[in-house]
């Protein structure tokens, strides 16, 4: 099984559901993927592992659907989903496994992509945090990393890692 990363209106293509940084010398895990949504096996759902920080610094865990430690923000779950809400309503962080039709609606590129690494998960993602000294900010249209922006790309490749230079598949 394959995953692939929708953040803005770019799609990652990697082999695992995994989304870490490197940050210096270090690299960690900022997303994995423990286990998705089947629509026709009763009580299966998304399962999320998150290691993330808000602008303010303040480290938000969560390890599969649940928060690891206090925070101020709101965590909703769906069967294909995870949310997370600033106290203001606001989304920090929204990781959505799409459906078929949802996916291969996307652009040309995209769907071009997901078609030539069938069988694939589509894994959503919107937000806007921190992750070591990164800034990410992923909106309909684009990914941010710290200035660098990203738009319809289509890539694939062995992992997915975000450094302060961009991604690296």
Same mark, same amino acid.
């Given at each position: ?9 770019? !799609?990652? @293509? ?5 989304? =870490?940084? /490197? ?6 895990? %900022? ?40 925070? !101020?923000? @709101? ?5 294909? =989903?995870? /949310? ?6 606001? %989304? ?78």
């Amino acid at each position: 099984m394959k995953y692939a990363f929708i953040i803005g209106s770019n !799609a990652f @293509v990697v082999p695992n559901g995994v989304i =870490s940084i /490197k940050d210096g010398e270090h690299s960690r895990e %900022i997303i994995r993927i423990k286990s998705i949504y089947h629509e026709d096996q009763p009580g299966s759902h998304l399962l999320v592992d998150l290691d993330i920080e808000d602008h303010h610094g303040m480290r938000v865990k969560v390890t599969s659907n649940a928060a690891d430690n206090y925070t !101020a923000y @709101v965590l909703k779950t769906e069967n294909n =989903s995870l /949310k997370i809400l600033k106290p203001d309503g606001n %989304i920090f962080i929204n990781v959505l496994q799409m459906d078929e039709d949802s996916a291969m609606a996307l652009e040309h590129n995209i769907v071009a992509e997901l078609e030539v690494n069938m069988p694939v998960t589509p894994i959503r993602i919107f937000g806007d945090f921190k992750a070591g000294d990164l800034n990410i900010s992923a909106e309909n249209e684009k990914l941010f990393i710290n200035d660098n922006g990203y738009a319809t790309s289509a890539l694939a490749g062995d992992k997915l890692q975000f450094t302060s230079e961009g991604v690296v598949l």
